[in-house]
């Protein structure tokens, strides 16, 4: 017969083994199968020692993943949403940097741009940008600079 810790740690292995998960994450769903909270400090311990659950990396990919789509403001609040402490989305986002934040809402600009027939205006553009989660600094960059390209109103 299994001990509650190996039962508890096995989840933990099978949840992980689907897809990467936060310390929260994990956390919750263990306590949710009906775990103590002493179970669940021991295992979740024994997987960051392993090294199978680092909140920093999942930061990190998870950004690498969004930021196509969405912009450092909605990213922020998805990564807290699952758990990860704000000192860690701020590490992760400086080391990413602005540029990489311009950069994607300058291709999704365009991409709408030219979906709409070169007939954008501003505030529609402004709109879907800010939408998406994306800093007014940055929205401001890109719409002055797709306007001055395209020539929108």
Known sequence: MKT???RARNLAYRL???RRRTRYELEQRLEQKGFSKEITCQVLTLLVNYGYINDKDYASSWVAQRLA???FRVIKQELLEKG???VIIDETLNEIGQEA???AAMKLAVKKA???GGICSFIRLAGFLERRGFSYDVIGQV???ISDKAGLA
């Open 4 to 6: 509650e810790f190996e």
């Open 16 to 18: 992980i083994s689907y």
């Open 69 to 71: 789509k969405r912009g």
């Open 84 to 86: 990860v402490e704000v």
């Open 101 to 103: 934040e311009y950069a």
């Open 114 to 116: 030219e979906s709409s």
């Open 143 to 145: 719409c002055r600079n």
